[in-house]
């Protein structure tokens, strides 16, 4: 997923994401030129989409054999949002770098780069900074947000209600006309519809006080906070579902008959 930014600076090469045949085959085309390889365990921007199961560890096998690094970006995933602390550890690998953000400072402004191995010798101390690196406010605030999400368990919440929110979510708009599928891991999940229903985020927000995102145009993107409980649960789905039938009507889409999935849904 590539949108609305210009090129990197330097040289890189695009991969389809979860396409392993593509990757071998750039391995053998431009192998000789690539030192690292970065990529989202699950895609945000682009529409919730989980890695296909066993291509991170493919990556990861392939990066160690050709001595490059495997960088992943957990900004969105990382600090429990999939059930997991990290989501890379859903496949059993670890990377030799990875990004952090979003999560860990809770709404402060707080980034993180960590690497392991060689990958963290490159930078030695002082000779990479910026203006507003190390603020001790934000490090503060990260350090408590690890502390908060341990002594609560919210990272098994996220699993336990994740797993409740995709399951009634595949129950209710499975067989929607106008959702082609239900996807996700923990609490990071997307709906992707046959076609934009530009309504939607307004229907949601101001007749059922849900505030949803959607990316690539058709894919709601749902990211609730970790502290999530089952009657919340309950009224995303039907605040969502009755959402989304009202956004239909108004542009003259079929709504929901029936309950139930079809088959369209993807459980992860």
């Known amino acids: 997923m590539r949108l609305s930014y210009s090129d990197l600076p330097g040289d890189y090469i695009k991969v389809p994401f979860g396409d392993l045949p593509a990757f071998d085959k750039v391995c053998v085309t431009h192998g000789h030129r690539i030192a690292a390889v970065l990529v989202e365990p699950i895609q945000g921007e682009g529409g919730a989409q989980v890695a296909p199961a066993g291509y991170l560890k ?43 953000a979003k999560g860990l400072g809770n709404g402060v402004p707080i980034g993180a780069c960590l690497a392991r191995g060689k990958a963290a010798e490159l930078f030695t101390p002082g000779s990479h900074g910026s203006t507003f690196g190390g603020n001790p406010l934000a490090c503060r605030v990260g350090c408590t947000v690890i502390d908060i999400i341990e002594q609560q368990a919210l990272v098994e919440n996220a699993r336990v209600q994740g797993q409740h929110l995709l399951g009634r979510l595949q129950e209710v708009l499975g067989g929607h006309p106008q959702v082609m599928q239900v996807r996700g891991r923990g609490l990071m999940i997307g709906i992707e519809l046959r076609e934009a229903i530009p309504e939607l985020t307004r229907i949601a927000a101001e007749q059922h006080g849900l505030l949803i995102n959607v990316t690539r145009g058709k894919v709601i993107r749902l990211l609730p906070p970790l502290v999530l409980e089952a009657a919340e649960v309950e009224q995303i789905v039907q605040g969502l579902a009755a959402s989304l039938d009202s956004a239909c009507l108004n542009k003259g889409l079929r709504k929901r008959t029936t309950s139930g999935c079809t088959g369209m849904t993807h459980m992860r």
């Open 58 to 100: 493919a990556l990861r096998e392939r990066c160690t054999r050709r001595d490059w690094l495997l960088m992943l970006d957990e900004i969105q995933t990382g600090m429990g949002r999939t059930g997991k602390w990290f989501a890379f550890q859903h496949e059993g690998i670890v990377p030799d770098v990875m990004t952090l």
